[in-house]
């Protein structure tokens, strides 16, 4: 590092280290070579003439950062604040902000949303300006497609984080005034807060569409007294689903006792039947995955009516067996 690159390195070190062109020039860079020279010494170009010292990290918080630092009125909202506030979003999320006027408009890889934001809708982040769990996710109820809402819900809901109600309490005052409003009402309706996973979330909403109503987290008991729960149970026909992540195993004890908790669902009374399926079935072949379910439903039933056993009418998220 040259030395009379010191002062710049000092500076963005008290900025999360970022550095503004305007700053690099008043340390003494030349106007018109400033942007040559930080390339040169490694630094990262960021939105809207910000820069990130050598070797830092640039993910979205300091994206976030670098954005808010030309312009602190400008709230991150939307899929950047789904990321901070770990909510579980399907497409990849964007730096995406919301701002106080209409004329501002979205640039350098930058989505603004020009939206009114209540002082109580603001909160702070790991250091950056940002909507509040409940804002962030009535903003992404009100933009995104239904099934990803409903899975952005869904998240928060199953964490206890928020509750049906605050949902729609806050949904109330914005209508009719925002778009997409309505689309978010019905989303709601959708909502199922014993969801353990957004894989699940999207069995659920895949079946329903189907015209598919099976319990969700049920309740059984093992032969040997042992309480399980399986993601999904037709009771009727005693037809199980189990919706599996990308690590479902995580290790090999993990995934020995998968097959013994698996075993123990099977043996349970009124349990004919378990289907398997993975993320990638339930979103990329969705139609594959109804199609095995209404068929081991039709070849349960030809098999004639089975002892009923008792359902949970409180489920739980998880397995507590």
Known sequence: MKPHHQPLHDLAASQNGLLLTSQAIACGLRSNGAADILRRAKWTQLPLGVWAQPGRDVDL??????????????????????????????????????????????????????????????????????TTVLRTTCDLMCTLPLHEAVIAADSMLAEGTLRQQHIADALAPLYPRRIGVGAARRALTLTDPASGSPAESKARLEMREAGLFPESQARVVTRNGRVRRLDFLFRAEGLGVEIEGFAWHGSRSAHQNDAIRFNELLGCPGVREILRFTRDDVFRRPRRFIRTVQEALQRLRGAGPMPMVGADRHPKRGDHG
């Open 61 to 130: 918080r300091l994206r976030l950062l670098a954005v808010q630092m030309k312009h602190p009125d400008w709230i991150a909202s939307h899929s950047s604040a789904a990321v901070l506030h770990r909510i579980e979003m399907v497409r990849p999320c964007s730096v995406e902000l919301t701002v106080p006027r209409r004329r501002q408009q979205s640039r350098d890889g930058v989505t603004l949303h020009a939206l009114p934001l209540a002082d109580h809708e603001v909160t702070v982040t790991s250091g950056v300006r940002v």
